[in-house]
């Protein structure tokens, strides 16, 4: 490796993963000069293989490999173990939950053995092993940076920390699932489930295996990193309820309007942290309701910052996947010796 460039692993060839190649192939030359790594995709990953990427492939050859439906045009195939072993700087996971989090679990646990940063869009490992894989990762001064795992392309936990340094956060309550969202609205014009589905899976917001978030479980999950990450909860899954488009009557949708949307609260109480997500009706001047339903949003509530509000126009797998690259920028300048 020289050290002018950082070598990463890809887990995952999907939305994310893709539009993670196409903003290095767009910006690689601004992502250089703003973290002075160049980023080297060093493997690349699906549900079928884990390849090798010859160094002469381009960005473009890795997409048109993923397009074709056989990254093995890239290089060999190689197992988890030799990744870990190959000198990458660092790990991102962006592959599909695993409903129980224990493949990530084990993946992690190896790349922090063997003192690999990572990076997640994927919430299951912490949604479901968080009280495991923080305090390890941390012990052994590894970075496990996970941006993407909450509202997309908008700033959370990066916000909090490296903007709103002195506050403790006392209150957020957020649209920060787009998909469910996204469904409830196209069935409120008369859109059946299904159709309106397979509307959101051809824009890339929701995922291969949509139920995740139609569920609820994808804001469960959200829901739980927020609660560890930013009040300092060490929870998981199975300590809050969730529920899902299914579980709403379609006449309540109906009656409803747009008020009745999939949002997270989560607060600090008499320093009890009070945990929860679903659907529920907004008041009709709640500044959630301002979000359009391509859009995530949060409100946050400080002692010192005051109350902020975020939020983006537009929420996609291009978004989610420059959040990614945000938090490889952020491991980039600190490898660089640059403490962010
Ligand atoms: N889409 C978003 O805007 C968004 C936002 C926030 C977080 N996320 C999270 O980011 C991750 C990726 O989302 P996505 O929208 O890109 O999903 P996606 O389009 O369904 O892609 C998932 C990718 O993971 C691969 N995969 C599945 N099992 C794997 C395994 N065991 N090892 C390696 N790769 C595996 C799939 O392989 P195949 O190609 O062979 O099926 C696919 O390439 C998910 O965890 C999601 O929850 C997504």
Not at 181 to 200: E, I, P, W
Not at 219 to 247: C, H, Q
Not at 309 to 333: C, F, K, Q
Request: proline residues 3%; negative net charge.
């Amino acid at each position: 490796m020289s050290s002018s460039s950082l070598k990463v692993a890809i887990l995952g060839m999907g939305n994310v993963g893709q539009n993670f190649v196409r903003i290095l192939s767009e910006s690689g030359n601004h992502i250089k000069e703003a973290c002075g790594k160049e980023i080297e995709v060093s493997f690349a990953a699906d549900s079928r293989e884990i390849v090798r990427v010859d160094p002469r492939r381009t960005y473009y050859d890795i997409l048109s490999a993923k397009k074709a439906g056989d990254l093995r045009i890239l290089g060999e195939t190689v197992t988890m173990d030799e990744v870990l072993a190959s000198g990458i700087d660092i790990l991102i996971d962006v592959s599909s939950a695993s409903k129980d989090g224990n493949r990530e679990l084990q993946i992690f646990r190896s790349a922090i053995d063997r003192g690999i940063d990572i990076v997640t869009a994927n919430k299951s490992p912490l949604a479901l092993h968080w009280a495991e894989l923080i305090p390890y990762a941390e012990e052994r001064g590894i970075r496990l940076l996970h941006e993407a795992t909450v509202a997309g392309g908008v700033p959370v936990f990066n916000f909090v920390k490296y903007s709103c340094g002195p506050s403790k956060v006392l209150k957020f309550r957020g649209i920060v699932s787009l998909t469910a969202n996204f469904v409830l609205k196209m069935m409120r014009s008369g859109t059946s489930f299904g159709d309106a589905v397979k509307k959101a899976q051809e824009i890339g917001v929701a995922e291969t295996d949509y139920t995740d978030d139609t569920s609820g479980l994808d804001g469960a999950r959200k829901t739980v990193i927020l609660a560890n990450a930013l009040f300092g909860k060490a929870m998981s899954l199975k300590d809050i309820k969730y529920s899902g488009i299914p579980e709403v009557d379609p006449d309540e949708i109906k009656r409803n309007g747009d008020r009745l949307r999939l949002f997270t609260e989560i607060s600090l109480e008499k320093g009890q942290v009070e945990v929860s997500t679903g659907f529920g009706l907004l008041d009709a001047d709640d500044f959630l309701l301002t979000l359009p339903e391509s859009a995530l949003g949060y409100e946050v509530t400080t002692d010192n910052n005051g109350i902020l509000r975020v939020s983006s126009a537009h929420d996609g797998p291009r978004e989610t996947a420059s959040a990614v690259m945000n938090d490889v920028m952020i491991l980039a300048r600190e490898a660089k010796g640059n403490k962010v």
